[in-house]
Each structure stands twice: as structure tokens, then as C-alpha cells.
């Protein structure tokens, strides 16, 4: 496809509906959004890079704590990408709605390309600097912050509305794949090639995903008017949501699931005191391991939801999922038992994030997406460093199984009340 070509072309030199699917295979993932060229380059793209951004992910606490041999420097090291991550996304989500995604898209990658190739250079020298990775960790979040709202908003130019929760589901699952295989990979790979090749092996990857995003339409903004992505943007992006309270109510649902329900950071206490008589590596692994797995079986079976047109309901069903199986992992004693929660709420989580998508890509105009989709982004990146905190501190205050019991109720709880008192979210559909 040329570079020049517009989105309105791509769509419409699209291949004609495919038939009802029959059989087993209407349960199976939705792919129709792979038999659009564009689309599938970037999907494609997001194979090879899912793996190799979480190389990097564990390839810097791990370096870090090499230097330091202590946890709370490795615990700086990602409040120091945070910060930064925040700032970008939001003000990336603006410059998205003011410039052709593509090209944003392509700046964007090629730095965080070049910053990948200076964490190898960095360990490849041993230069055995705390300051120079924690540098080059907040660019690379500065970087990744403004290219997510840009790659996130044009997916609605690339696939009808209908087949938005299935390309959601699409990249969902790639995603959490990738958080799945990459550490494993990690694992298996650092005593074998040693730690600066991981950071190697991602530059290249990032390589093939600049080459998807430059074979992609043109996306320039729809509206005429030239804007400036300043601080007035940035405001309008929240007047916005404000004044749309489905898209409030959607990113409150995730508020409320991830702050109140997320418990990881109680994992490591659980695996050392409740599940003890496993094995504590074994325990910690499996906890560690079973949302994301959960989260991958639900994009793989994601026929038996994503066409679904009352996007509403399945984010407030798959929040109270998600609620009520982590308050039963909370309660659980029997580690397989737990395991399974875990696996149950990475299903609902994995529906939650479909529609959730779909919700902020279908009830937005396009020149609202980037803003809107730079809010998401620092919603899902910080929320659960809030559970962390809260979590933590509950399970001191109460013990680990109370804290993560108690936080599931709470989220079925405040969403059954949410969604009771306000009715936007519950009558939402396309």
C-alpha cells in the first residue's frame, strides 16, 4: 500500500464481509481486522516488539540490582520512568490530534529504538551507572508516552466500528503474550548470551515495527482547523471527558478495578507465608504468571464475546468478574485453587480492556482520540503503582489474605454502585 494513501481508501479497498462463522470456530479469536493490509502490518509489528520491550523490562532492575544489590534502588528506577511517562502520554495524546499519526509514529519508534541501542552500549562498555540507566529508562518512557496514544487512536482508522473490540482483542493478546513469553525468555537467555544482547535483541525488534508504521496510510487529522498540542489542548482532553460520561465512567472502571483489586504487590508475601509448603519459587512464579495466561486464553476464545454490541455491560460484568475472582484467590489457601482466580480475573480483564478500547475509540471523535487515548495510557500505568502502594500497606495493616479479599469486594462493590447510579456506562452500545 503507498504511503500517501488515506485511511478512508485503506478502508474501502477492504475485502467484502466474511460469512457467520459456524462450528467451534465462532468461539475461537476474531481475526477479521487481520484482512486489512493495514491493520495486520501493524498488528504484525507488535509480535516481535511484545516480546522484545519486556526483554528490556527485565533487563534493567535486573542490571540495576547487579549494581546495587538492593530492591529499593530497582523501586526508584521505576518511579523514575513514571513520571515521565505521564507527562508524555498526555501531552502526546495532543500532539496525536494535531499531526499525522504516522509520522508521530515513526519519530516516536526510532527513539525508542535508539534508546534500546544505548542500553546496550551503556552495558556493553560496563559503564555500571545507576544514574545512566535511570536516564535512559525516562526517556524511553517519554518516548513510549507519546507513541501509545498515537498508535492506540489510529487503530479506528484502520478498521470499521464493528470490528473495534476485535482488534482491541488482537493486540491485547499480543501484549500480555508478550508478558508471558518475554521474561521466560529472559531467563533463559541472559546465561546464555549474557544481559546487554537483551537490550540488543529489542533494537532490532523495534526495527521491524518502524518498518510496519512507515508502510502505513497516511493519518492526518481529520479536522481542518490547525491546532497547537499545548497545556489549552491537554485542558480541552478533560472538559472533554467530563462532559462525556461514558468515557468518564470507562476509565473510572479501571480506576477502581486496578487500584482496589490489583494485588500484586502482595504476591511475594503470599508465596512466602501462604503458599510456603509449595515452594516459594514455584508459588511466586504462578502468581505471578496466571493473570496474564488467564488474559491470553480470553483474547484466544475472544470469538465468544467481541462481537458483542452492549460495550457497557461488559465492562461493568467484566470489572465485578474480575472483583469477585480476586476476593476468591484472596480467600484461597490451596495454591492450584488460587492459580485459577488469578487465570479467572486475567479473562475478565482481558474482556474489560476489549471494550473499554472499543468504548474510547467508537464514542470519541478523531479529533479527540489522542488526547483521550494519552489518558488511558496513564491510567493503566498508574494505576496499578497506586495498588502497589495500597496493597502493601493494607497487607501490613491486615495481613496479605484480607487486604486482597477485601479489595475485591470493594471493587464489585463500587462498580455494582457506579454503574446503579449512573446509567450512561450500562446503556452504551454501537
Not at 137 to 156: D, T, Y
Not at 258 to 274: E, H, I, N, S
Not at 345 to 360: C, K, P, Q
Not at 375 to 386: E, S
Request: positive net charge.
Amino acid at each position: 500500500m503507498d504511503t500517501s494513501e488515506s485511511s478512508t481508501d485503506a478502508q474501502t479497498a477492504a475485502p467484502a464481509p466474511a460469512p457467520p462463522r459456524r462450528g467451534w470456530r465462532r468461539w475461537a479469536m476474531d481475526t477479521r481486522p487481520l484482512r486489512r493490509p493495514a491493520y495486520r502490518r501493524l498488528w504484525s509489528s507488535t509480535i516481535v516488539t511484545a516480546v522484545g520491550s519486556q526483554l528490556t523490562a527485565v533487563a534493567v532492575p535486573k542490571q540495576i540490582y547487579d549494581i546495587t544489590g538492593s530492591s529499593a534502588w530497582v523501586g526508584f528506577a521505576s518511579l523514575a520512568g513514571l513520571l515521565p511517562l505521564i507527562v508524555f502520554a498526555l501531552w502526546g495524546g495532543a500532539v496525536a490530534d494535531t499531526v499525522d499519526r504516522r509520522k508521530l509514529l515513526l519519530i516516536t519508534n526510532c527513539g525508542i529504538a535508539v534508546t534500546s541501542l544505548l542500553f546496550w552500549v551503556q552495558a556493553a562498555v560496563g559503564l555500571d551507572s545507576v544514574a545512566a540507566l535511570m536516564i535512559l529508562l525516562a526517556v524511553q518512557q517519554a518516548f513510549w508516552g507519546l507513541n501509545a496514544p498515537a498508535r492506540n487512536a489510529s487503530i479506528a482508522r484502520l478498521v470499521p466500528e464493528d470490528e473495534l473490540p476485535a482488534a482491541n482483542a488482537l493486540g491485547s493478546t499480543v501484549m500480555q503474550t508478550g508478558q508471558v513469553v518475554g521474561p521466560l525468555l529472559a531467563g533463559v537467555l541472559i546465561p546464555v548470551i549474557g544481559l546487554p544482547e537483551l537490550y540488543l535483541i529489542d533494537a532490532v525488534a523495534l526495527c521491524v515495527t518502524v518498518w510496519a508504521v512507515y508502510r502505513l496510510p497516511s493519518l492526518p487529522p481529520l479536522a481542518a482547523a490547525a491546532r497547537r498540542a499545548g497545556v489549552r489542548e491537554i485542558a480541552a482532553g478533560f472538559r472533554y471527558i467530563s462532559a462525556h460520561k461514558v468515557l468518564l465512567l470507562s476509565f473510572l472502571a479501571d480506576i477502581i478495578a486496578m487500584v482496589f483489586g490489583m494485588p500484586r504487590a502482595l504476591f511475594p508475601q503470599l508465596a512466602a507465608q501462604t503458599y510456603a509448603p509449595y515452594g516459594e519459587g514455584l508459588a511466586l512464579g504462578l502468581l505471578f504468571a496466571a493473570i496474564p495466561v488467564g488474559a491470553v486464553a480470553g483474547g484466544l476464545f475472544s470469538g465468544t464475546f467481541s462481537r458483542a454490541r452492549r460495550h457497557g455491560w461488559m465492562v461493568i460484568g467484566a470489572v465485578v468478574a474480575w472483583g469477585a475472582a480476586i476476593a476468591g484467590f484472596g480467600l484461597s489457601r490451596n495454591l492450584w485453587l488460587a492459580v485459577v482466580f488469578l487465570a479467572v480475573a486475567g479473562v475478565a480483564d482481558m474482556v474489560s480492556m476489549v471494550f473499554r478500547g472499543a468504548i474510547l475509540l467508537s464514542a470519541v471523535t478523531d479529533e479527540m482520540r489522542g488526547r483521550m487515548q494519552g489518558v488511558f495510557t496513564v491510567v493503566v500505568a498508574g494505576g496499578p503503582r497506586i495498588a502497589d502502594v495500597l496493597h502493601g500497606t493494607a497487607g501490613s495493616a491486615f495481613g496479605p489474605r484480607a487486604a486482597v479479599a477485601g479489595g475485591g469486594l470493594l471493587v464489585v462493590a463500587i462498580m455494582l454502585g457506579l454503574a446503579a447510579a449512573v446509567p450512561a456506562l450500562r446503556r452504551y452500545r454501537i
